[in-house]
């Protein structure tokens, strides 16, 4: 996770001399855990990394089970855990899974699309409180409600951030960038300024899910670019103005360069002690600091690799699992630097991004550690003069490459 308004802050709010604002990196001992409790999800949305339906999926982990799984993180001293699904609130225990995560001092978050808070339950997630809760908006009505697949959903998703605001629970908005959605920024901003939205979440889609058939959909590289700029401004002028909002971004690690080149326009003094701050960050986090365990206990080096198994917590500890330090692609994630290849390889921004969203990679290519095609940066930009150069007005080369290869 790229945290925009933490280093654009750091712009405007320098230390003493000019010095960055924000201390070294702190490697926490365990990783941020994302947990699907539950593949059951009332929504059947176009980018779903995890193809969830409204259907009850066999062998999901049982109460007592999920319970020994919350003892172990704890004891691996794990620093935050969010709860996502599939939709997490259709999980009968999902506050008993959740009051036993607090208790046990996680930082605890859920991910949810929104539409099932109601009047009926929104005092029983107020009382379990969630650090955050963050509810997905794909654009604005007509446009959120073809992409989840489902009419009324923004309505009742919006429904959910005012309930969760009237009881002081922090709440944020999630929204994955596609070329459906790309023009619709600025209104959706709005939508946080109108209802006091506490943190904004852009991610870049991933192909992972039904996130694969829909990386036709990914915002060219020239959309990306305006949208970062967009957002980079955005977050500026509410710092500058007094609102204290977090924007945040995820799934595409070639954000923390471009705010750097961003820095180098407005704020040139303050670059180089930004760029330090950016190589402190380290980019992507896969494998080493962000896992993911599935409705079935398997335990993958994030989100979007379900593919890849590392293990079951049914059988081993997570504790274990993690520390196991055989498996190829974790050998890879833990390298430094990485084993990548083509443009990545020679990147001069190696040391911020760290080879970006390698699982884009490997659907594209089947290898891994090939060259990120969803990198929106130039050659000229990343310092690699041989390759053939990109054209930022076109559509990434993902989106004609996936569409030969067989969608599963």
């Known amino acids: 996770m790229f945290r925009v308004t933490r280093y654009i802050k750091s712009l405007l709010e320098p230390g003493p001399r000019g010095h ?3 201390g070294p990196a702190r490697k926490p001992p365990g990783p941020v855990v994302i947990w699907n409790l539950i593949r059951r999800c009332n929504l059947t949305c176009k980018h779903c990394y995890t193809t969830s339906a409204d259907i009850d999926f066999a062998g999901e982990l049982t109460t007592a089970e999920a319970h020994a799984v919350l003892d172990d993180l704890a004891a691996f001293r794990v620093p935050a855990l969010i709860l996502s699904g599939g939709e997490p609130l259709m999980r009968p225990d999902i506050f008993e899974l ?4 607090r208790a046990l001092g996680i930082y605890t978050g859920l991910s949810t699309n929104g539409t099932l808070i109601t009047e009926e339950n929104i005092d029983e997630i107020a009382e ?3 650090d955050y809760v963050g509810i997905s908006i794909d654009g604005l009505e007509e446009t959120h409600d073809v992409i989840r697949q489902r009419k009324g959903a923004f309505r009742e998703s919006m429904h959910a951030v005012k309930l969760c605001k009237a009881r002081g629970i922090k709440v944020g908005l999630r929204f994955t960038l596609t070329r459906e959605n790309v023009e619709q920024l600025d209104d959706i901003l709005a939508l946080l300024d109108e209802h006091d939205v506490d943190k904004f979440y852009l991610s870049h889609l991933n192909y992972g899910g039904r996130g694969r058939r829909h990386s036709k959909q990914d915002a060219w590289y020239r959309m990306t670019r305006d949208t970062m700029t967009r957002l980079f401004d955005h977050c500026r002028d509410e710092l500058e103005r007094g609102i204290q909002r977090e924007y945040v971004t995820g799934n595409n690690d070639a954000d923390g360069p471009f705010l750097l080149m961003w820095a180098r326009e407005h704020f040139p003094e303050r670059a180089e002690a930004l760029e330090r701050q950016l190589i402190d960050w380290g980019g992507n986090a896969s494998g080493e600091q962000i896992a993911n365990i599935d409705n079935l206990g398997n335990v993958h080096p994030d989100t979007f690799w ?3 198994h590392l293990g079951n917590v049914r059988e081993t500890p997570f504790s274990a699992i993690w520390r196991d330090t055989r498996d190829p692609l974790m050998v890879g994630f833990r390298q430094q ?3 990548l290849k083509g443009r990545c390889a020679e990147c001069r921004f190696l ?3 760290n080879g970006n969203t390698r699982v884009r990679a490997w659907m594209v290519t089947g290898d891994p550690w090939e060259e990120d095609p969803g990198c929106y940066l130039t050659n000229r930009e990343i310092g690699v003069a041989e ?6 007005d076109a559509p990434h ?6 569409q030969a290869i067989e969608i599963q």
């Open 20 to 22: 960055e604002t924000i």
């Open 98 to 101: 959740s009051h036993r995560a």
């Open 128 to 130: 379990v409180g969630y």
């Open 306 to 308: 379900w593919d890849h």
């Open 337 to 339: 630097p990485r084993p």
């Open 351 to 353: 040391p911020i991004c």
């Open 387 to 392: 390759a053939a150069e990109r054209r930022i």
């Open 397 to 402: 080369a993902a989106i004609q490459a996936i």
